[in-house]
């Protein structure tokens, strides 16, 4: 003979909420270690392809761009994108003064390699500029996507005339067109003599 004890029903009740409980807190918890490796490996400012670095400077013409790369880079064969300033990423902390009247502005910063990128990202954002925007690959991607820079004036046409041969230096040089152009075509070549110490815009 077996002997049958009923639970009786609050008891029941109480148990089933209890696993219920029991297992919304599990799956929070396993959500929140998903969330965290997800914020991990995320990086803490904000990054945008050269395409979409391109449609913000022809919409907001006054926006900062910051170029950390060397000056010799700046004024090197590879050129920089137009209107950018030139602060070193060695040299970033000590200049901060000159960057604070955009410390609440969203604006663009790139480089030359990934680490020079993260290391200016890194002092920036943990100066107080939050809404910094590193153009994702720098200087490269941004040629690569097949936007132009601007070259220091003896740099303007000689790609073209290396790529034509021998007889490249007879050509003439490219003519450049006029600096307002390039407001509304980045794409095109603008011959710009290098200024030793710009200021900024504002």
Known sequence: MRCVVEM????????????V??????GATAGCG???????ERPPYRKVSPPIAFEMMRDTPTLLILDLRPPEAFHGDTGHIYRAYNIPERRLSYRLIEL????NDTFLVYCDTRECGDAGMA???????????LIDGGIDGWIANGFRTVLPADLVGRREHSAQGEGATQAPPLVPPPVLQMETDPHLPVQRPPSPSPTLPR
């Open 8 to 19: 009786p029903s609050t008891i029941r009740a109480k148990r089933c909420a209890l696993a």
């Open 34 to 40: 998903y969330l965290r490796r997800r914020a991990a």
């Open 123 to 133: 002092v920036l954002v943990s100066s107080g500029f939050e809404s910094a925007v």
């Open 100 to 103: 604070s009247p955009y410390r």
């Open 21 to 26: 409980l029991l297992l919304a807190v599990l």
